[in-house]
């Protein structure tokens, strides 16, 4: 085992205050890293063991994010007097220089926004969008197959219009207290004097194979003998300063016209390999939109849950999920038992086969409003047998299909983070924000890396004569599975806020956590720290090292597949208190110990 202490003056200062628990320490180092980042592509981002949580309470504003800094950075802007927007905005610049590898303004991202004063809940995607020259064959080789994945990543192809920019500034105009210029601030500080870089930014530079090849990359990332900058040096990013500057500046137009937005359309270009190139224009990036969207609601145990509709998979499947799950006992059966494995995952096969099928661009596919069909969702529910699983999951035929498809089988990686914020004046933001696999297409340009979101589109576009709904298209945004969600109480206020990264597991992830708060009446960090486990309608997966390994031979005699996996995911949950008249009295957040975050609030 090794421990160490990750010490920086911020965190020291931070570890000074009541309000704050923080166990940010580095306990065991991950055998199967390796085999997480070069395996198979069903693998989320790789572990980098795990780091020690404890609950945190707080009584009326809080930020849960994936690292120290960017926390303390949305935590500074709700003592400013600012809003869970502006908090966001704040925590988001700072992980896209201390994450890198998850998120950052190269990227997209998708938004929940309960609006305290207006009662209203608003859904906002700032997913990034294929280039107007995009093709559907654009994944499929010289040999008329799919590409490799990492040819497909590792490539200008694969890079979309950035979203998160455009997000940021949608999002503070319409819930923003504080000035623009304001929550650049600790971001821009950071960038010029310099943060220490983490374990786990470390780890992940030290294993990723891809990101030496690019120059700006190698000469950031890496130090004058090509290592990872050991854990605590403090790093630098100028260049990033300098972007930001100019978006607080003059706000998105600053990203998406003039030198950044050529330095990114040369950037996707830049390949020797002509196959490589991508086709980005500025004409793509200009004309960058952030939609609105209605959210999609449904109930569990008679609590009203809300999450990110299509082009995201998370919310239906969440959905489907808890649907499927409400005829069974599950309190009763507990966390961590087979009963529940087995009933979850098959939970899972029926939803992912429905994924698979249907989800997609509502823009460009016609997403069945059926999927979310009481009478259906219960109905697929009933397939689930207790004494064997169905192993493999068909598409249901929900009410309202218009057209023949095919599945897609694309399993996503993910380079993603989340962010669960509430303020003092009752708003509250669930973000989920990526840059799709861990670093990206692995092309840094002015500080920031550029994502990899289109490899989210299904690389095949046909099967027999009939298309897959996420299939590329001109100006179409990937299938993804972030599902920021948001439980709210009977009397309409927030009570649950969270969300995962961990590519198409987040659906997954996201599911444990909300039956660990409502079935199992944990506490965020209780339910967070559970066990990671399900199916994507392949095999049934279980978080190795954890107690749900055990259930490996029970459940095979159930006649399951299972795959013991690391399953890094990243939650972040902040949970409503109430006393016994049912009172608010406050609020409890967790952050998952197996990434670097924390929960600030007071
Ligand atoms: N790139 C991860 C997701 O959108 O689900």
């Not at 693998?43 to 707080?58: M, Q, R």
């Not at 800094?69 to 003592?79: P, Y």
């Not at 192809?157 to 455009?166: Q, R």
Request: proline share 6%; aromatic share 8%.
């Amino acid at each position: 085992m090794i421990s160490i202490i990750f010490k920086n003056n911020l965190i020291a200062q931070l570890k000074k205050r009541r309000t704050l628990v923080v166990g940010f320490v580095f306990w065991a180092v991950c055998g199967s890293c390796f085999a997480q980042l070069f395996g198979a592509p069903s693998a989320p981002e790789p572990s980098t063991g795990l780091y020690k949580k404890s609950l945190v309470t707080f009584k009326s504003q809080g930020v849960a994010a994936a690292n120290p800094l960017a926390v303390e950075a949305g935590f500074a802007m709700l003592k400013l007097g600012g809003s869970a927007v502006d908090a966001a905005i704040a925590t988001q610049l700072v992980l896209g220089l201390v994450e890198p590898q998850s998120s950052g303004i190269g990227g997209g991202a998708f938004a929940l926004v309960h609006d305290a004063k207006a009662k209203k809940l608003r859904a906002y995607d700032g997913r990034e969008t294929a280039p107007a020259a995009a093709k559907p064959e654009r994944f499929i080789g010289s040999d008329g197959l799919p590409m490799k994945y990492y040819d497909a990543v590792i490539s200008g192809k694969s890079v979309g219009t950035p979203g998160t920019v455009a997000l940021l500034e949608t999002l503070h105009k319409r819930h923003g207290k504080l000035p623009w210029k304001k929550v650049f601030e600790p971001a821009i500080e950071l960038a010029e004097k310099g943060f220490p870089v983490s374990p786990r930014l470390h780890e992940v530079v030290k294993l990723d194979r891809f990101l030496k090849d690019d120059a700006a990359a190698r000469a950031y990332f890496f130090n004058e003998k090509g290592e990872s900058w050991p854990i605590g040096h403090p790093l630098k990013n100028p260049e990033y300063a300098k972007t930001l500057r100019s978006i607080a500046a003059s706000g998105s137009t600053a990203f998406y016209s003039g030198e950044i937005a050529d330095a990114m359309v040369n950037a996707v270009r830049d390949y020797t390999d002509v196959a490589k190139r991508g086709d980005l224009t500025q004409t793509d990036l200009a004309n960058y939109q952030v939609i609105e969207r209605d959210p999609i609601c449904f109930s569990y145990r008679a609590k009203k849950l809300c999450s990110m509709p299509a082009p995201s998979s998370g919310g239906v499947a969440i959905a489907q999920m808890l649907a499927a799950l409400e005829r069974f006992p599950m309190a009763q059966w507990g966390a961590n038992s087979l009963d529940t494995v087995h009933a979850m995952a098959e939970a899972g096969r029926l939803a992912y086969a429905d994924r698979a099928q249907y989800l997609a661009d509502p823009g460009f596919a016609d997403v069945p409003k059926g999927l979310l069909d009481a009478t259906y969702m219960k109905s697929r529910g009933a397939l689930i047998d207790m004494t064997k699983s169905m192993k493999r999951a068909e598409p249901g035929t929900p009410p309202g299909i218009k057209v023949a498809l095919a599945a897609d089988p694309n399993i996503a990686l993910t380079g993603t983070s989340h962010i669960s914020i509430v303020d003092k004046f009752g708003n509250v933001v669930s973000m989920t924000t990526t840059i799709e696999d861990i670093f990206g297409a692995r092309k840094m340009v002015r500080g920031f890396l550029l994502n990899n979101e289109l490899t989210d589109f299904s690389m095949r576009f046909e099967e027999n004569g009939k298309p897959v709904a996420n299939r590329v298209q001109a100006g179409k945004r990937p299938r993804s599975t972030m599902a920021p969600t948001i439980v709210y109480d009977a009397k309409g206020a927030p009570e649950i806020v969270t969300g995962s990264p961990g590519g198409s597991a987040i659906a997954n992830y996201v599911l444990k956590t909300i039956v660990g708060m409502i079935d199992w009446k944990l506490d965020p960090q209780a339910a967070i720290d559970l066990p990671n486990f399900g199916s994507r309608n392949g095999p049934t997966e279980l978080e190795k090292g954890t107690p749900v390994e055990a259930l490996k031979p029970a459940l095979e005699a159930r006649g399951h597949t299972v795959s013991v996996i690391d399953f890094t995911s990243g939650l972040q949950a902040l949970q409503r208190t109430y006393d016994a008249k049912g009172q608010p009295t406050g609020w409890r957040g967790g952050a998952d110990p197996r990434r670097e975050g924390m929960v600030i609030g007071d």
